[in-house]
């Protein structure tokens, strides 16, 4: 079955370096990938999309990678900032266009 | 534009009980998906609604019910409530038909069941 993983453990970055989150999947070939941020007891907001066929995509101090080959997703937050301390999610279209979900990496940015 | 609207907030319930869940998108936006979130989990998708029609369904009991009336305002409805129904129920709507880039989600209802 189509699957997607994220590292469960917690990420601990100090401020102004570069935070980088993973997201691998099996079993699919998405056309799309994306990411979200969630704040705790709130909903995910939407951050990037990522199609196969881009190798790369930034937004600001965000960039995203992807790779079809590695079956790998890379997600970094450059000159990272305690207000970027969130739990994020990536996620791809499975049948139907339904999104399947990774479980989410906990970022903790210290000052 | 005012976001994706959910109704209620917090929600304590006991055992048997039935609740409803009511989500309003995002002007304009046609789908509206529901979730399942507890912690440590991925999102569960409950079901999607485009235009007043289930268009897909998850991997939950008949217990767990939709809908999607004209103005695209949806409601979720779940029967005989179980420990184990205690999430955050989220629902998220799109401006797209069917192909779910770029979810818009509300705050979440947060349910408890005692």
């Known amino acids: 079955s189509q699957k997607i993983e994220q590292n469960s453990e917690a990420l601990n970055i100090q401020e102004g370096k570069t935070a980088t989150l993973t997201c691998n999947y099996t079993n699919y070939s998405p056309a799309y990938l994306q990411w979200y941020r969630q704040d705790p007891g709130r909903g995910p907001v939407f951050l990037l999309l990522i199609r196969e066929n881009e190798k790369e995509k930034r937004k600001e101090r965000l960039k995203v990678t992807f790779d079809t080959t590695l079956k790998q997703s890379l997600f970094h937050i450059t000159a990272s900032q305690p207000a970027d301390s969130a739990t994020y999610l990536c996620?791809?279209?499975?049948?139907?266009?339904?999104?399947?979900w990774g479980a989410g990496t906990k970022l903790i940015i210290k000052p | 534009k005012a976001g994706v609207t959910q109704t209620p907030r917090y929600l304590i319930k006991t055992r048997g009980q039935q609740v409803t869940l009511s989500c309003s998108p995002i002007s304009g936006h046609r789908s509206v998906s529901w979730y399942q979130q507890t912690p440590g989990q991925g999102l569960q998708f409950l079901f999607e609604?485009?235009?007043?029609?289930?268009?897909n369904k998850g991997n939950f009991p008949g217990r767990f019910s939709g809908r999607q009336f004209s103005n695209s305002r949806s409601e979720m409805n779940v029967s005989t409530l179980e420990l184990g129904d205690s999430a955050l129920y989220l629902c998220?709507?799109?401006?797209?038909?069917?192909?779910?880039?770029?979810?818009?989600f509300g705050s979440g209802t947060q349910l408890s069941v005692l």
């Open positions: 996620a791809f279209p499975g049948s139907n266009y339904q999104l399947i």
């Open positions: 998220a709507s799109s401006a797209g038909q069917g192909r779910n880039e770029k979810l818009f």
């Open positions: 609604y485009f235009s007043e029609t289930q268009r």
